[in-house]
């Protein structure tokens, strides 16, 4: 008699910091039969199709104070619900596991009331709300960062750090970069996430000329919408919507300049890239300032506040950390602390605890 294989129903939807560690996680599971669970229209219809069968939802979050706008989401949530446990029963999956978010909730429900086991990720340091609540419901919730856990009291919470893809891990990997930067010269690389970020890349154009008569090229990814994104050209910028081999760009980078979503941030600390982070002043319950206070506790980054950082300020706090490479390296060795290289095989060893228990 031959074994078929375990199902798993992954659940992750919209930006890179969801969808990334669960494709990093199913690397390291390839005796499961994996199948994806998203909505219309966000990353995982570009990401998720190339190596796993995608079956989306509608769905969305309680945004506002509850009215008529709350009872159309309400009405679609009960709706993705049975979605879920008709694909979860017709698929005769094993388990689920989620990375949180609005399509948490309809998984969580649909795979308990059919007695299937959940493990969920959360990667942010201030577990989201989804979390908080829907976390007591699941068999195991995975933690990015130590101090997650104590938002988490009534839930299994276990340490497993956020996975990468197996790119970051390649300490080689520098060597694979197609840009045209010369070998010696200091690169600061800005990025904002997979959601750019306007109001960083303002400023980073305004602070650009003085870090170029440094020596420093400046690699800009400026996301895709940005209005002015080449409004900037010198011999030593390169501006780019997205790039694809950010492990290599991450590993020669002797400087980022970066928001603080949790996925960049395990990115960043996996390559020892010290950081510059500016939170994303409006990201849900400023789970961003969370994030970096995580690695500012370890000297790994600075930490501005958007609305309190000037041009100035920002010019000449790179440039005193491009005449210190001591430091810079420090920082670096620092940030390796927060994170576990491994983390995709101890997520990868729990899911397989929890569902085959």
Known sequence: MVDTPTRLLIAASGTGGHLFPAIALCEKLPEYQIEWLGVPNRLETQLVPKQYKLNTISVEGFQ???????????????????????????GNFQGVFTTGGYIAGPSVIAARSLGLPVILHEANALPGKVTRFFGPWCDAVAVGFNVAAKYLPKAKTIYTSTPVRSQFLDEGIAATLDLPIPAEAPLIVVFGGSQGAVAVNKLVRQCAPAWFEAGAYIVHLTGESDPDANSLQHPQYICL????????????????????????????????????????????????????????????????????????????????????PDELRQMGENSKVVVLPDSAEKLAQLVREVIEK
């Not at 492990?247 to 300049?257: M, S, Y």
């Not at 996925?263 to 300032?289: M, N, R």
Request: charged letters at 15%.
């Open 241 to 324: 919507p997205f790039y694809d081999n950010m492990a290599a760009l991450l590993r020669r980078a002797n400087l980022a300049i970066s928001r603080s979503g949790a996925g960049s941030l395990t990115e960043l600390a996996v390559c020892g890239t010290p950081s510059i982070l500016i939170p994303y002043p409006f990201a849900a319950e400023d789970h961003q300032t969370y994030n970096a206070n995580v690695f500012t506790a370890v000297n790994a980054a600075l930490l501005f506040k958007q609305s309190d950082l000037t041009a100035e300020t920002l010019l000449q706090e790179v440039l005193r950390l491009l005449k210190s």
């Open 64 to 90: 506002k104070g509850f009215g008529i706008s709350s009872l159309f989401t309400l009405w679609k949530l009960i709706g993705s619900i049975l979605e879920v446990r008709k694909l979860l029963k017709q």
